[in-house]
């Protein structure tokens, strides 16, 4: 079936540091999701993105975070700087359409160690 | 890899009744989590068992490990049920890997 591939599977950087997750959606995919959960957690929502913007974010989204999708690539979630709060297993997700019922498509998730 | 089958991809109930969503799992899973994703995307997290079962209300989830299954439970659907259902796994703490998602629509 459709499958969404996370790269790296795990990441460790020093806090400061910019990371990129790295995400590639299923091929014909017009939505995109990042999720993060922390150990132990819920999995909570972060942000999704259609049409080259960010439609809706959560508070978990800081002004460090940013997304984006440069020419049908990867979509990508930038961290500058991290910060140790930042480390948790970050999950992305990408759907056909929008709406309560539509399967979403995850990754295995990425995830970050910040140090 | 890791794979986990979901069935049934789509189930609709009549107000009152209910049914059972599963998992069948390629490999021993460490963990079953169910997840119900909400009007703005975020999944919320129904349950989280690493053995055995869970009731919580009208919702019921149990999971063998060693069968390499999971179910979960619905009773006396109510209309706020209607939603996307998923199930998600993981065989070691770096790799959680997600069921297909079961669509349920609860009728009048």
């Known amino acids: 079936g459709p499958k969404v591939l996370q790269i790296p599977s795990h990441q460790i950087i020093d806090m400061g540091q910019m990371v990129t997750l790295n995400c590639d959606p299923v091929s014909n995919h017009l939505y995109f999701y990042w999720y993060k959960q922390i150990l132990g957690q819920q999995m909570e929502f972060l942000v999704n993105f259609y049409n080259g913007k960010v439609m809706e974010k959560s508070k978990l989204f800081k002004d460090q975070f940013s997304v984006e999708r440069p020419d049908g690539s990867y979509f990508t979630l930038k961290i500058q700087p991290t910060a140790l709060e930042d480390s948790a297993v970050y999950f992305c997700?990408?759907?056909?359409?929008?709406?309560?019922?539509?399967?979403?498509?995850f990754g295995h998730g990425t995830k970050l160690s910040v140090l | 890899g890791d794979q986990v089958e979901q069935s049934p991809s789509a189930l609709s109930l009549h107000e009152g009744t209910g049914s059972a969503l599963r998992c069948n799992f390629t490999?021993?899973?460490?963990?079953v989590q169910w997840f119900r994703k909400n009007s703005r995307g975020s999944l919320i997290n129904l349950f989280y068992l690493a053995s055995g079962t869970k009731e919580n209300g009208r919702l019921k989830s149990a999971f063998d490990s060693k069968e390499r299954y999971s179910t979960l439970h619905i009773r006396d659907a109510q209309l706020e049920d209607s939603g996307t259902y998923f199930c998600?796994?993981?065989?070691?703490?770096?790799?959680?890997?997600f069921g297909t998602g079961t669509r349920l629509q609860v009728l009048p």
């Open positions: 997700a990408s759907s056909l359409g929008q709406g309560d019922n539509e399967r979403l498509f």
């Open positions: 490999t021993t899973m460490r963990a």
């Open positions: 998600a796994a993981g065989s070691n703490t770096n790799k959680v890997v």
